[in-house]
């Protein structure tokens, strides 16, 4: 199975800030990688396909690159409706794998 | 608008049996591939099983492999998860997913609001 491997695992930030999230694949997954976003309660909701194609409705500020094992989510100005959990996922090969998460709290 | 809502779910013993549904609306369902997801409580999120568009593919993850059956009824519009022999590890809220695309796999973009199962 391709393991997905999050950092940090959560980080503390301010309204304004630059947040950058970095996920890693134990193997070349081309740029078959996803991002989520969930908050407390809630599902999660779906940010970023094929590493940095935005889905309807993502704000821009919500920005992905990479590809092969490295990868990462940006938000370019953190607003307050951003705090939550970021999860990234592969959908190389089955079994899809997601990575542990990353909390984006406030500061 | 595009929905899907899951049902089904609630407290049941070890060793015994459920089954989901999730219902879909706003899109046309037999064009694309549909998943389960679930998440147990305070931990990551899991995928479960997905199937194909037309349903002649259906994958799962290993921990459910064999006790797990997922189905779908492209006439009704719904995606079914039968679950057997449960086990308290199996306690999550379980996600119903639509693919982005007909092939699989995919990236999802519309997820249901969730049903709890509770194993205990």
């Known amino acids: 199975d391709i393991q997905m491997t999050q950092s940090p695992s959560s980080l503390s930030a301010s309204v304004g800030d630059r947040v950058t999230i970095t996920c890693r694949a134990s193997q070349d997954i081309s740029r078959w990688l996803a991002w989520y976003q969930q908050k407390p309660e809630k599902a999660p909701k779906s940010l970023i396909y094929?590493?940095?194609s935005l889905q309807s409705g993502v704000p821009s500020r919500f920005s992905g690159s990479g590809s092969g094992t490295a990868f990462t989510l940006t938000i370019s100005s953190l607003q307050p409706e951003d705090f939550a959990t970021y999860y990234c996922q592969q959908y190389n090969t089955y079994p899809r794998t997601f990575g542990q998460g990353t909390k984006v709290e406030v500061k | 608008e595009v929905q899907l809502v899951e049902s089904g779910g609630g407290l049941v013993r070890p060793g015994g049996s459920l089954r989901l549904s999730c219902a879909a609306s706003g899109f046309t369902f037999r064009n694309f591939a549909m998943s389960w997801v679930r998440q147990a409580p305070g931990k990551g999120l899991e995928w479960v099983s997905s199937?194909?568009?037309?349903?002649?593919?259906?994958y799962y993850a290993d921990s459910v492999r064999g006790r797990f059956t997922m189905s779908r009824d492209n006439f009704k519009n719904m995606v079914y998860l039968e679950m057997n022999s449960l086990r308290a590890e199996d306690t999550a809220v379980y996600y119903c997913?639509?693919?982005?695309?007909?092939?699989?796999?995919?990236?999802?973009?519309?997820w249901g609001q969730g049903t709890m199962v509770t194993v205990s």
């Open positions: 199937t194909s568009a037309s349903g002649g593919g259906t």
């Open positions: 094929a590493a940095s």
């Open positions: 997913a639509k693919d982005v695309g007909d092939t699989t796999p995919d990236a999802f973009d519309i």
